[in-house]
Each structure stands twice: as C-alpha cells, then as structure tokens.
C-alpha cells in the first residue's frame, strides 16, 4: 500500500478552524449532531465510483437523492479521483447517466493536481496519462511530453503504452522527480478492482526505486476545501459522502467536513469496526447508500 500519510498537505483551514465547536444560528454544532438526514448541510461533496455509481451503472436511488440535493437547496459537486477522464469527459459521462450538471460541478484529482504544479512553478513534464488529462494540462501551459521535464507527472492512464513506461523510467532514472495525481490502489468495476495510479506507482518503484515527491487528490484535503472557501461556508457545513476510508473519509476528516461512508462500493462495515480508536479514518455517519441520505 502506498505510504498516502507521508505525502498529504496538512490541512490548512482545518487548523485555522479547528473541527467542532462552531456556532450556528446560536447553537454549537458538533459531528455527533449529524445524522443521515444531514440537517444543517448546506453543500455535499460526492465521490463518484462506488457512491454515485459502479462502473456504467448508477446506485439504484442516486437521481432521487440528487433531486433531494435540488429540492432542499443543498449545493452537490461531483468529485473523484480518477484522472483518466478530463471534466469535459466526466460531465458528458454524467450527463449520459442523466445527471444535470456544469463542469463547474465536477472535482477532479487533476485540478489538485494542477494547482499542485502551479504552486511549484513547474511547466514542463513528461506525463503518463490519458488524453484527457494531457488537454487539461496543456490548456493552462504545462508540456506534457517534454524531453527535458522538470516532473514525470502519473495519472491513471487507462491508454498506457510501453513506449509511455520506458520514457518515464528512463527520466526517473535520470533523478527527475514523480508527482502523482492519486494514491488509488485500484479502480473499482463490478468485476474487481482495476490497476490504478497506486498500482503503477509500485511498478515505477519496483523498476526505478523512485518513489513520488507527492500524491494529490483526496485525501489531500485542498481538494475540497478551496470548494468551500469559494462557497463561503464554513468546513462543518459541508459533507462529503464516499465509499473508501482511506481517501474519501480521511479528507473528510482531514477538511474538518462531516464524513458519510456509504457501503455501496468498497469500505464494508467490518472495515470501520476494525479501525483504530480515533483513527483518521472514521466516519461520521455510515449509510447503505445515498439513498438514506437527505430524507
Ligand atoms: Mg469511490
């Protein structure tokens, strides 16, 4: 498993804030007093994979939930990991499923990602990863097969080629530092779980010995929390609803934004029983599936 601890910002407004105690319309609100109604929630974040749907398949109930999101005025961005796709692709994708949506809706590791290298100042690299992710990339004047990279950059790139993991290798070889986009081990499909960056990143380690300066994407918690400064709302006013603990979960946590574990998609019940008292990965609010949600 790769070490995601290691790698993860540390949460910013999260320590500015703190996680319980804030006040609203005079009332202290803490975590405990969330439930699956999700009173007081005024924005949710939803993972996609494993909560909204599995595969090419939506979760029996998630448009009803999402017109509950509608009708109770609580604003919903869609947000996932997966960087094989560019926001363009994943709001047609969306819309194909029916779901109304703007790519303003859409969150993915790519834009954390993104703005990881726009902090760092780095413009050209070499990147394994999908088309998609390439015109992303590119759009706002970041090279993406440069001979000279500054970064080999590591999507989940679903069009890998050999010729894409030898250029790579050779660079890493070279001391050109990794970044990734996520940590995910694997993609879930209702077949079983799929290679993900995760899984690459130990094919990169295994050849090379390199392992990443930095993983985006959940649980990097900037991945929403720039979401909510943006809306002006305050982390507990916020959820975020996933199936994994590991990412979706432990930024919840990490933002300081109510955690809700669906079982819909990878994290069973088992799992949370077997967590450590207090740890990072605890959930909130544990639901069968969005369907519980907002009623
Ligand atoms: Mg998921």
Redesign the pocket.
Do not use: I, K, M
């Given at each position: 498993m790769v070490d995601v601890e290691r790698f993860c910002r540390q949460p910013t407004l999260t320590e500015t804030l703190g996680r319980q105690g804030y006040v609203a319309a005079g009332k202290p609100v803490t975590m405990s007093d969330v439930d699956a109604s999700l009173d007081g929630v005024e924005a949710v974040f939803l993972?996609?994979?494993?909560?909204i749907y599995l595969g090419g398949e939506l979760i029996p109930g998630a448009l009803d939930f999402l017109e509950r999101c509608q009708t109770k005025g609580v604003r919903r961005y869609f947000l996932s990991n997966n960087s094989s796709r560019s926001v363009t692709q994943y709001h047609a994708k969306l819309a194909a499923l029916g779901i109304p949506c703007t790519e303003d809706d859409i969150l993915l590791s790519t834009h954390d990602l993104l703005a990881w290298l726009k902090d760092e100042g780095v413009t050209r690299t070499y990147a394994v990863a999908t088309e998609g992710m390439c015109a992303m990339m590119e759009a706002v004047g970041i090279s993406t097969r440069d001979e000279a990279p500054e970064y080999v950059v590591l999507g989940y790139d679903t069009q890998v080629t050999y010729e894409k993991l030898e250029t790579a290798s050779v660079h890493l070889h070279r001391g050109v530092p990794l970044v990734a986009s996520h940590p995910d081990m694997v993609c879930?499909s209702p077949d079983g779980g799929l290679p993900d960056v995760g899984a690459y990143l130990a094919l990169f380690e295994a050849t090379t010995g390199v392992k990443p300066d930095h993983i985006c994407g959940k649980p990097n918690p900037g991945m929403i929390l720039h979401a909510v400064e943006a809306l002006g709302l305050r982390p507990d006013q916020c959820a975020m609803v996933?199936?994994?603990l590991y990412t979706?979960i432990a930024m919840a946590n990490r933002a300081g934004v109510v955690g809700v574990l669906v079982l819909s998609?990878?994290a069973t019940r088992e799992d949370v029983q077997a967590l450590p008292a207090d740890a990072l990965q605890t959930p909130d609010v544990i639901v069968q599936s969005v369907d519980e949600l907002l009623r």
């Open positions: 993972d996609l994979d494993g909560t879930p996933g199936d994994r979706d998609g990878e």
